[in-house]
């Protein structure tokens, strides 16, 4: 008896384990805004965990450098085949990904099909030149625009809590300049836009033969309705 419940219990574990590689299980790292706390990301590790898909939230150090999270990155990076990196980590995302890895770009910057690149462009570094402090921190994230602007970015009963837990990045993070992997385009990506704001990073995607979605709603969607960005990153990135 004890053999059979035994059997039993090994048996319905490994079916559920076949089930999942039959559906085609994915591991997904999520690489993030360099720019936002680590919380806003945790409803969808936990929703892409509910879809039976092995999920991290890879990490920031308190004063980042673009390089050095780079190399952070790649060494996380190996035993996922899948990428989600959101805004401008968007930028770093082709020098994280290794061989046959996958990046669904989540409302995110794209960086240049070849050649260097700055962390920021001209009217970015000047806006960012106007919100840095006289240690040469940057202002957090979400006070570089009215609270106003806000509204329907973040949920209001979260906002307080997201402001305090913004970082504040060193602003020499965004003088860096990066060199992207030649042919890096012509890899199967993918880009899940939320709403409009990277237009043309959308019109990009589609030049390029990429998968591509746009979901209706603002830049964190995925805090609003991290089921719904959970199901696309996975149909995307099969």
Not at 30 to 52: D, F, W
Not at 63 to 88: C, I, M, T, Y
Not at 117 to 144: C, I, Q, V
Request: proline letters at 8%; aromatic letters at 8%.
């Amino acid at each position: 008896m004890l053999k059979e419940r035994v059997g039993g219990t090994r048996t319905n574990t490994l079916r559920r384990v076949s089930d999942r590689y039959a559906h085609g299980m994915t591991a997904v790292l999520i690489l993030p805004s360099p720019l936002l706390p680590g919380m806003v990301y945790r409803p969808l590790v936990e929703a892409l965990t509910a879809a039976r898909v092995r999920a991290e939230l890879a990490t920031v150090p308190k004063d980042p450098s673009a390089p050095a999270l780079v190399e952070q990155w790649r060494a996380k990076a190996a035993g996922f085949d899948v990428l989600a990196p959101h805004s401008n980590a968007g930028l770093l995302a082709p020098l994280v990904a290794g061989e046959g890895q996958r990046i669904v770009f989540m409302d995110a910057s794209l960086p240049p099909t070849s050649g260097t690149f700055p962390m920021a462009n001209g009217r970015l570094t000047e806006m960012l030149h106007g919100l840095t402090d006289k240690r040469g921190r940057l202002e957090p994230w979400t006070r570089w625009w009215p609270r106003s602007a806000f509204d329907e970015i973040i949920p209001e009963k979260l906002f307080r809590k997201v402001d305090r837990a913004c970082p504040q990045l060193p602003a020499d993070y965004f003088a860096t300049r990066l060199r992207v992997p030649e042919g890096w385009v012509d890899n199967p990506h993918a880009y899940l836009a939320f709403g409009m704001a990277y237009g043309e990073e959308f019109e990009a995607a589609r030049e390029w033969g990429w998968a591509r979605k746009a979901m209706q709603g603002a830049h964190l969607h995925f805090l609003v309705r991290p089921d719904d960005v959970a199901r696309e990153i996975v149909a995307l990135a099969g």
